[in-house]
T-cell receptor, first 114, second 110 residues
C-alpha cells in the first residue's frame, strides 16, 4: 500500500468556523508533512512531524494547529481562517533516514474560506 | 537563499524529447527530487539524485552535477499525458524539508 489518503476532498468554511483536515498512511512512514499549495505555485512546507513529534514549523500562523495522534495519522486543525488561506492542502509521508526522503503525497484537500 | 530555478513553461511535440533544467544553491545540498503534478492532482515522485550522473527510469531520466548545482529531467517519446507541471525539489539537510522550484509547465502538442 503506497497510498496517502486525505479527507475531506473539498471544504468550504467561514472565517469563524472550526474544522479539521485528516491524513492517513499505512506505509510505516515515521515522517509526515503538511504543505499548502496555491494555484500555479509549488507546494510550501508548513509542518513536519518525525516520530510523532513536531520537528519543523515554518512560522505558520497559530490559526493552523497540527496534531499527530499516532504514526499513521496526521491532522490539521483550522480556526478563524482568512480568505487568503484558501488553497490546496497536501499531506505527505516519508521514511526517516539519512539520504532519500522520497515523499509520497496525498490527493489534497481543496479549502475555500468565505 | 536557496533559490531553485527552472523555466516557467515549455512546449514540445508528441514523440519528441524535452529537457527541463533546474539550478540550485549547492551549500547544504543533500539530494534532488523531480516530481510530476497534473492540474488538480497531487505531486507524484519521478526521480531522485544524490550522486553525480544520470539515473534512467523508462522514458524519464534525471541528471545531476553537484559541483555545478545543476540537474535536468529528460523526457523521451513524449506523450500527450506528459503535459503537466514538473517540480524540482532539493533536500537541504534539514530533516526532510524539501525546497521546491516554481515548477515547469510542460505542454505536449500533437
Amino acid at each position: 500500500d503506497t497510498e496517502v489518503t486525505q479527507t475531506p476532498k473539498h471544504l468550504v468554511m467561514g472565517m469563524t468556523n472550526k474544522k479539521s483536515l485528516k491524513c492517513e498512511q499505512h506505509m510505516g512512514h515515521r515522517a509526515m508533512y503538511w504543505y499548502k499549495q496555491k494555484a500555479k505555485k509549488p507546494p510550501e512546507l508548513m509542518f513536519v512531524y518525525s516520530y510523532e513529534k513536531l520537528s519543523i514549523n515554518e512560522s505558520v500562523p497559530s490559526r493552523f494547529s497540527p496534531e499527530c495522534p499516532n504514526s499513521s495519522l496526521l491532522n490539521l486543525h483550522l480556526h478563524a481562517l482568512q480568505p487568503e488561506d484558501s488553497a490546496l492542502y497536501l499531506c505527505a509521508s516519508s521514511q526517516v533516514r539519512t539520504g532519500n526522503y522520497e515523499q509520497y503525497f496525498g490527493p489534497g484537500t481543496r479549502l475555500t474560506v468565505t | 537563499g536557496q533559490n531553485i530555478d527552472q523555466p516557467t513553461e515549455m512546449t514540445a511535440t508528441e514523440g519528441a524529447i524535452v529537457q527541463i533544467n533546474c539550478t540550485y544553491q549547492t551549500s547544504g545540498f543533500n539530494g534532488l527530487f523531480w516530481y510530476q503534478q497534473h492540474a488538480g492532482e497531487a505531486p507524484t515522485f519521478l526521480s531522485y539524485n544524490v550522486l553525480d550522473g544520470l539515473e534512467e527510469k523508462g522514458r524519464f531520466s534525471s541528471f545531476l552535477s553537484r559541483s555545478k548545482g545543476y540537474s535536468y529531467l529528460l523526457l523521451k517519446e513524449l506523450q500527450m499525458k506528459d503535459s503537466a507541471s514538473y517540480l524540482c525539489a532539493v533536500n537541504y539537510n534539514q530533516g526532510g524539508k524539501l525546497i521546491f522550484g516554481q515548477g515547469t509547465e510542460l505542454s505536449v502538442k500533437p
